[in-house]
């Protein structure tokens, strides 16, 4: 479901994006963007009608499995790379399209790559301050004193990349790009290379950074939780466009697509029979009857789409809760230790098997049966046309 915006387009080709007063508000506009690679037989379209827009001040997330055009779409914002066809305008200005383009130092656009790419042989303060030659000298010391302040790095102007560790290499990296005040900021997978422990931190770090300073980012990942620790906006992206634009939480709890379930986060997939009646909506599976409550579009599709009311649920982990009262039983097939959970994969006397998240006190061997019972505030079904192997 790629983002489908009404307005036309003065000044450049395609349909759906604003300039002047309209574009108020927006500081990242992506329209329709085409690219490819290669040439004939070899072609990889890289880019298929990308389109998604970020607000001022949002911070958006490109989310996708590796090929999926992340680092293409950021490239290309950035103006590294030229559309074949599509728009992108920056604060309400055209940067590319094709009667226009604009070069990237002219974008306002700051770039956080993938290894930082600082200057090894200048010190932090200088790394800091690279992009502000047109400053005074005395601005310019203001600007790198308050960036540092900014990313937590206080007083270390006089250190070298090589004295620094990952993280705070990062930061430094994180300081140089904001600190021409850019319109936006595109990050390539920030968190890479630090370790697991680190990037969740630093994530949340980073937002607080981001929002405290005002300013636009956009930044590719392939790990959702960065992604949800970090964005207002996450775009889940498949073979060059976006599947569903939204924010972190519909994207987990309401996909609109079963590529965006199945990507992002866990989840088994169950047959269903929806049934319409009085007024209300509710759909059978084999943990009970589910009434749908919140009349999702998903929910609707899912139900409408097939006359005989077939439908595929959706059921995350933590819609299913361990519940001794309950009749329905499943068997423990496997079990994975999580600290404050155990994430159990439970087989249903039907053979289907699902996840489900219990508090680790309730410390189960696998073979027994345990009682369950669904308890979400809403269901997402899918088309049974849309039905894929169902991941555990
Ligand atoms: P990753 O997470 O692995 O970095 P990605 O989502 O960022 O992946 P891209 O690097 O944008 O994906 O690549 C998108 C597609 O375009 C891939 O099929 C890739 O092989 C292809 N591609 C990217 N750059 C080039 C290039 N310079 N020449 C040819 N093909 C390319």
Redesign the pocket.
Known sequence: MSARFPTPVPGCAVEGAVEGADARGWALQVEELCLS??AARTK?A?LDKLSFRLRRGEIGCLL?A????????LRTIAGFLRPESGCVHIDAHCVASAQKWTEPERRGVGVVFQDYALFPHLDVAANVGFGLRRHSAAERAQRVRAMLELVGLPGSGARFPHELSGGQQQRVALARALAPQPSILLLD?PFSNLDPDLRERLALDLREILKRAGTTALL?T?DQYEAFALADRVGV?QAGHIEQWDTPYRIYHQPATREVADFVGLGAFLPGIVEHRDGQSQVHIELGTLPIRERTDQAIAGAAANVDGEVIVLLRPDDVVHDDASALHAQVVRKAFRGAQFLYTLRLPSGATLLALVPSHHDHAIGESIGIRFDADHVVTFDVQEAAPTRH
Request: charged share 10%; glycine share 24%.
């Open positions: 690679f290669g990889v890289a996708g590796s090929g999926c055009g992340k680092t293409t779409a997978e590719v392939h992206m």
